[in-house]
């Protein structure tokens, strides 16, 4: 349907956005509408995770709070438990 191909197009968009442009603005906006678009599709973030992680602090307040919760849901999902985590030395 027309819905589905524009939804296509826009995510193709976002895509090259996050991982092309490098100004903090784009970054979270770009984000603000990954969560509204496709929030479960994480893996689209592989090819930004280290610039948006990089960029972070200098992201607006608002954009942190979004860009947070996208990067903690990114790692849960792809990150190995750390070694020393369940024997309680993964601190040390």
């Known amino acids: 349907s027309n819905d589905e191909m524009q939804k296509d197009m826009l995510l193709d968009i976002m895509v090259e956005l996050l991982n ?3 100004s903090t603005m784009v970054l979270s906006s770009a984000l603000t509408a990954f969560c509204e ?3 479960t ?5 592989h090819g930004c ?7 972070l ?3 607006d307040e608002w954009g942190q709070v979004v860009i947070l919760d996208v990067l903690s849901r990114y ?3 792809f990150f190995k438990e750390p070694r ?4 309680g030395t993964a601190e040390k």
Do not use: A, S, V, Y
């Open 20 to 22: 092309t442009d490098t």
């Open 37 to 39: 678009m496709c929030p």
């Open 41 to 45: 599709r994480l893996e689209l973030l």
């Open 49 to 55: 995770f280290r610039k948006i992680c990089h960029l």
């Open 57 to 59: 602090t200098d992201m």
């Open 75 to 77: 790692t849960r999902k």
């Open 84 to 87: 020393g985590w369940k024997n």
